[in-house]
């Protein structure tokens, strides 16, 4: 069974730009979590889809949002990008209950200059 | 103070070593418990996954969890220089509108040496 991918693997911008990652979770998994890591802050919680429904959000400002779409493919977007957006972006995928083991991506190094 | 605590290491251990990695935390509602390993520069791999207080063992992992101390630990036997990697307590509790919410400790950076 093939796991989460995600695309692109790295990107590199500039402030103000915005980004787009992607992110196919595992075949039969129907939620979809994204998490930033950062060496000072770890891994966060951004937000949560399921049925192409947010279902949770993290403490994160409104520049970074997502969806989900009919097949469970999920996508995230940061706009006006700040040098303090650079880390890897995780994404994770579970079955489709509550408190599911999640699978992880191997993440979505985005570096902002 | 951040809901999940984890000493950041680096714990450095000798080829054999049984090895002990510990979570606090302080949110009584926390249900559910998982250990992940990372190595450098991918992403978290599921080890161990429990919900309820005692052990749960898995080859070489062993899993504990006291809800009452709120303390989780993570024991791995036997450990090997491919256990060098992070390992992540992450838990998540009933309360976040039936989700899949998780909040992770900081990491332990392990080095098993040969």
């Known amino acids: 069974k093939a796991g989460v991918t995600q695309t692109p693997r790295y990107l590199i911008k500039t402030r103000g730009q915005q980004v787009t990652l992607s992110c196919s979770p595992i075949s039969g998994h129907r939620s979809v979590s994204w998490y930033q890591q950062t060496p000072g802050q770890g891994l966060q919680f951004l937000f949560e889809?399921?049925?192409?429904?947010?279902?949770n959000k993290g403490n994160f400002p409104g520049r970074f949002s997502g969806r989900q779409f009919s097949n469970s493919r999920s996508e995230m977007n940061v706009s006006t990008l700040e040098l303090g957006d650079s880390a890897l972006y995780l994404c994770?995928?579970?079955?489709?209950?509550?408190?599911?083991?999640?699978?992880f991506g191997p993440g979505t190094r985005l570096t902002v200059l | 103070q951040k809901e999940v605590e984890q000493d950041p290491g680096p714990l450095s251990v000798p080829e054999g070593a049984i090895v002990s990695l510990n979570c606090t935390y302080s949110?009584?509602?926390?249900?559910?418990f998982m250990w992940y390993r990372q190595y450098s520069r991918k992403g978290p791999e599921l080890l161990m996954y429990?919900?309820?207080?005692g052990n749960k063992e898995d080859g070489r992992f062993t899993a504990q969890v006291d809800k009452s101390s709120k303390y989780i630990s993570l024991f791995i036997r036997d450990s090997q220089p491919s256990d060098s990697a992070t390992y992540l307590c992450?838990?998540?509790?009933?309360?976040?509108?039936?989700?899949?919410?998780?909040?992770f400790g900081g990491g332990t950076r392990l080095m098993v040496k040969p």
């Open positions: 992450a838990m998540s509790h009933p309360n976040n509108n039936a989700g899949n919410m998780l909040t």
């Open positions: 889809y399921f049925s192409e429904t947010q279902r």
């Open positions: 994770a995928s579970s079955w489709a209950g509550s408190y599911n083991e999640q699978f």
């Open positions: 429990t919900y309820s207080s």
């Open positions: 949110n009584s509602a926390f249900q559910y």
